[in-house]
């Protein structure tokens, strides 16, 4: 017989899962180490229940079975009903500061208070544990010191990372200073050190989510470029996404015409990674030259920005990131900027994984408790990114809902997009989505529906969730330059006419798709994630490859001919589709990523990047000198927002207020969206035909407006059409408007 798993099922219980039935054991036959009362032992069908004198969550435990051997007890089934009650981190009550920190296993935290944020050592308090796993101290306001962490100290053994001798910052603190370099050494910020903000009665209400036409950013590549017009000094921060007149930031929002901002990950974040093919002790980085995560997809605090993006930023290797909580005031001024211009706020938040070589705060609290570990003990990357958290785990439920209420309160921010949602706990999605709508019943709540494996849209769409809408990009740009392209480049790729409808009404279940409304589809064609779409196509069509290094640069940035058609043909399926649209920076006028050359070993550059999480400014920025380039694209994507922005039925209308038109020839479709009464409002026609113009018949003879057509856009009509037959160039679409 063999013991598959032992686990300790509550204080006093152990239940140990075996090959065959235990029927010949008894009490005499059980030992425990660290000792502890074995009472009585019972049989359940292969497992043997251990019924034990009182068991400290402080230890760990093995079960000896007289036989068979010695097993090392799981703590996770006692662990998952341990529940933290009450507030958590630092509060100011009356005149003492409070301290609060859930630490189920650990045998002593100290609470370390210090006056400057390079001091070593500092004042030390002993806190007291609660029933419930909480540790607590209480320390009076009128300490001198401004910042604190926590000395931690627990069980022994493989697997385990309590060590008293790494201050670990509080999970909770709403500030927190950290040093340049991988290890991000961290301490956090009193709350009485916190700036007092005023909000100027700012009380902005976001568009309905279906409404939405999202443009997902990077805070700092936005404005690191000098064609952006910011100064040197701000490029890159939460301030120059505010200033009025330049081209980054809010300026080219506002030229846009797009209603939301997507921020990629903005909670304090493991920016620099190990270096680069050196051994630093049991790290040894092999896979990014760059020592860089640029993205931001590794959350190391969950209720701060990050200071990375404050003006004047400390960015020196080694040295501390004291920016004298600027990032705390400019981040909410940007929010109130970004409000004020009629933006919504979304911010890209990441709680499926974590960091993995910083002291990130919940390794060091109980890596036991807070992560999906394997019966080795080792972490689990079912992410492909790391460490994944067990946002099943009651503290970890209440880490996220208090993270997303705090954002809510102190940040007045309109809604999030949970990366690798799929990965997050349904219990724990529902409780998100109630007590934010506490706050407000008109959050927007976006998931990528995808992540550890599972992938569910229509499960989301029943949580009453928005997801980015796969089926929508693959069947319309494709997923793969090389070997999977889809309808713009002039083909199904492997869809049918029927998908066409599916792809223009939301994807909903009643047209095949996994949404119960469209209002939960968000339909794109680029992303953060993979090529641009403009590299995308560079690629399809052949103008460049993977890998080539690109010498004429120049000529690799404009679009034209079949690929300018391409882009703008893709714009106009986006833009008319249902449901919510989200672009990524650059989308709009043909930004590429090109690999800079910076003598980063084994890095080959002046190739196209596809990957550039890594990557540093230089790969990512925003170079407005393409929308120069590609002036004519830009201008296209202004004024099919301002369609869509001035016809609502396109995104609106329900679905019996469509009708299909058929076109004389293959790969090409349209539709038409009628009022009430009937009548015809509007008329989308589209011809994905390399080679034929499409001729479609629309009923009879009628004046329209031309709102669009194969090289312009604009919400007033370009020229009056009085036609019952229409024709569509090839690789080009038409909006009509009834006259």
Not at 400 to 405: A, G, K, R
Not at 465 to 470: C, E
Request: proline share 5%; net charge negative.
């Amino acid at each position: 017989m063999r013991v598959y798993h032992a686990s300790i099922e509550s204080d006093r219980h152990i239940r140990a899962v075996c090959s065959d039935p235990p029927v010949h054991l008894r009490v005499s036959d059980v030992l425990l180490a660290p000792a502890a009362e074995v009472k009585r032992v019972q049989v359940e069908d292969h497992s043997l229940i251990i019924e034990t004198g009182p068991l400290r969550a402080d230890k760990n435990y093995s079960l000896m079975l007289r036989g068979v051997g010695m097993t090392p007890v799981d703590p996770g089934p006692w662990l998952h009903r341990q529940t933290p009650a009450g507030p958590l981190g630092c509060r100011v009550e009356q005149d003492v500061q409070i301290f609060r920190l859930f630490a189920p296993r650990a045998s002593s935290v100290r609470l370390l208070l210090y006056d400057r944020i390079s001091d070593t050592s500092g004042d030390s308090w002993a806190m007291q544990r609660r029933a419930d796993g909480v540790w607590e101290a209480t320390v009076p306001l009128d300490q001198s010191e401004q910042y604190y962490a926590f000395s931690i100290d627990g069980p022994r053994g493989e697997g385990e990372m309590f060590n008293p001798r790494i201050p670990v910052a509080d999970p909770y603190a709403q500030a927190v200073v950290s040093m340049n370099t991988f290890r991000h050494e961290s301490k956090a910020v009193l709350p009485s050190a916190l700036p007092v903000y005023d909000w100027e009665g700012d009380s902005f209400k976001a568009p309905a989510v279906e409404d939405l036409i999202i443009y997902e950013m990077h805070v700092r590549d936005m404005t690191m470029h000098p064609s952006s017009g910011i100064a040197p000094e701000l490029a890159g921060s939460y301030k120059a996404l505010t200033i009025d007149g330049a081209r980054g930031g809010v300026a080219h929002l506002r030229a846009l015409g797009v209603n939301a901002v997507e921020l990629l990950p903005c909670q304090q974040f493991a920016w620099l990674e190990p270096p680069y093919l050196r051994h630093v002790g049991e790290v040894y980085n092999h896979w990014n030259p760059w020592e860089r995560n640029h993205w931001g997809y590794m959350t190391s605090y969950y209720f701060t920005p990050e200071p990375r993006y404050a003006s004047g930023a400390n960015l020196e290797a080694g040295e501390w990131n004291d920016v004298a909580l600027r990032h705390i005031t400019e981040f909410k001024d940007m929010v109130k900027t970004f409000h004020r211009a009629s933006l919504a706020v979304i911010l890209d938040v990441v709680f499926n994984h974590t960091s993995q070589y910083d002291y990130q705060p919940l390794k060091y609290i109980d890596r036991k408790y807070y992560y999906h570990l394997d019966q080795h003990g080792q972490h689990i990357s079912k992410s492909g990114c790391g460490n994944d958290v067990a946002t099943s785990r009651p503290a970890v439920r209440k880490l996220i809902v208090d993270s997303i209420l705090h954002w809510m309160r102190e940040y007045h921010i309109d809604g999030f997009r949970f990366d690798l949602g799929a990965m997050i706990d349904d219990e724990t999605l529902l409780h998100v989505r109630e007590e934010a709508r506490r706050i407000n019943p008109d959050v927007i709540l976006i998931a990528e529906p995808w992540g550890g494996g599972r992938y569910d849209p229509a499960g989301f769409s029943r949580k009453e969730y928005a997801s980015w809408n796969d089926i929508f990009r693959n069947g319309v740009k494709g997923s793969d330059p090389l070997n999977h392209t889809g309808y713009i480049f002039g083909h199904w790729g492997g869809a049918s006419s029927e998908d066409f409808g599916m792809w223009m009404l939301g994807c909903v279940q009643s047209k095949s798709g996994p949404f119960l409304s469209h209002a939960h589809s968000v339909n794109y064609l680029e992303s953060h994630d993979g090529y641009t779409l403009a590299d995308f196509i560079r690629i399809a069509t052949g103008s460049a490859r993977p890998g080539q290094r690109i010498e004429d640069v120049a000529a690799y940035r404009r679009l034209s001919g079949l690929s300018l058609a391409i882009s703008r043909l893709g714009a106009m399926m986006l833009f008319t589709s249902r449901g919510a649209v989200m672009l990524h920076a650059g989308q709009e006028f043909g930004r590429g990523k090109l690999i800079a050359d910076h003598g980063v070993p084994d890095v080959v550059p002046h190739v196209i990047d596809h990957n550039s999480y890594e990557k540093d400014d230089e790969t990512n920025w925003l170079d407005y000198g393409y929308a120069a380039d590609n002036a004519e694209l830009f201008e296209y994507y202004r004024g099919l927002i301002a369609i869509r922005n001035e016809h609502a039925e396109l995104h609106r209308s329900e679905i019996d207020r469509y009708r299909f038109l058929a076109a004389n020839i293959p790969i090409a479709g349209g539709f038409e969206i009628m009022d009430e009464g009937g009548e015809v409002l509007l008329v989308v026609l589209i011809n994905a035909n390399h080679e034929l113009a499409a001729r479609y018949d629309l009923g009879h003879k009628r004046a329209w407006q031309v709102l669009a057509d194969a090289g312009q856009a604009a919400p007033s009509a370009l020229r009056l059409l009085d036609a019952q037959h229409v024709v569509v160039q090839p690789c080009s679409g038409m909006i009509l408007c009834r006259d």
